[in-house]
């Protein structure tokens, strides 16, 4: 029988699963189709309108839905990789085909943005000097190494939130280094010295990073590496605990959506870096899909967008640029920071139209660049058979 939560004692067998004991390939629906809403949530904090929403408080703080993404990916990367890294060869092919799964969207996007600037150099379109600061010529090479977020410029570049990619493959060699340099896997000792670093990450974000949880391209990494080993310790964890269904769960999950939410519209300066640990509440929750949240999360709708929520998280700032560079352009922007068309129904209506325009886009490049350049990827890196 398995060990109960502290604090609860389950009155019948039906009230919980037996914890999952062998890590495999399981696709985690529900925190897939959350990861969807969070990157909903993302492009809304980076939408530039003058709508209803604009200034609601979960919108504001809406950056802080960035550290879902790494406590996720701790967690499912822990999950499908911890027992199988045993050999330089296994960390090696583990970067490529991690590599494979963000560098060449992020190298399509990056394209986009380098044409765009193009158009700029030979047109003159608008009175912006051309790969100047932001855009610079030298800012791409960082970009394609990935390296462009560990305070190289002092700013983000070209595609800004792909700052989020830079850290993850940092946290990617971190976690591979650990399992192969660290003695007792078994015993989860790596977990252990990640949890370390996560909290070394935590200390140094609320200590040194001058906006605390909204740091990018200065103390980005250690943010990541706060989320990232939190997620890898709480699939060890995880593995080992009963899950919860039926009404505990669903209260479990209702509580822990309530808590995130109230949390990130709170949250403000160095209080807000207790957001990754309620992330890592919600993610140990949803992970065991027991409840009636994780029912409506895994409905093909949601479930759909969570997997083209990377697709749409890379290319909604390039859309978001061409649409200030029209909105000035043509007179939509009377204060000079949000669009605005007179009536906050009408800026309500053309955000709407404009994220469908994003997540159309976005499937369009997931489906003809993401999906085939892994499968691709993937193929080439198979183990040899025997």
Known sequence: ????????????????????????????????????VCAVLVVAFH??????????????HGYLFVDYFF??????????????????????????????????LHVLVLAAFIGLELLRLWTHFDAITPFARDRS???IFTNLLLIQAYDIHGYLTWNGPSWTLSVEVGCYIVFAALLLLLPGRKSGVWRWVGAALAVMGAVIVVTQAPRWMNTTHDFAFFRALYGFFLGC????????????????????????VLAIGLFVAWAQGPFAVLVTLLFVLGVWVFAGEGGALSRLLNAPALVTLGRWSFAIYMVHMFVLTVLLILARKLGWMPNGRRIDFGSPWVNDLFGIALFLGIVALAVVVHRLVEVPAQRWIDSKTKPKAA
């Open 1 to 36: 029988m398995p060990r109960a939560l502290p604090g609860w004692t389950p009155r019948r067998k039906a009230d919980y699963d037996p914890p999952v004991t062998t890590p495999g390939r399981h696709r985690f629906e529900a925190l897939d189709s959350l990861r969807g």
């Open 47 to 60: 939408m530039p309108l003058a709508a209803h929403w604009r200034d609601w408080p979960l919108i504001q």
């Open 71 to 104: 406590v996720l990916s701790g967690f499912v990367i822990a999950h499908a990789y911890a027992e199988r890294l045993k050999t330089p060869s296994d960390a090696g092919r583990f970067m490529v085909r991690r590599l494979g799964r963000v560098w060449p």
């Open 137 to 139: 010529v030298e800012a």
């Open 233 to 256: 310790l709480l699939q060890g964890c995880w593995t080992r605990l009963p899950r919860l269904r039926g009404g505990w769960a669903t209260a479990l999950e209702i509580a822990s």
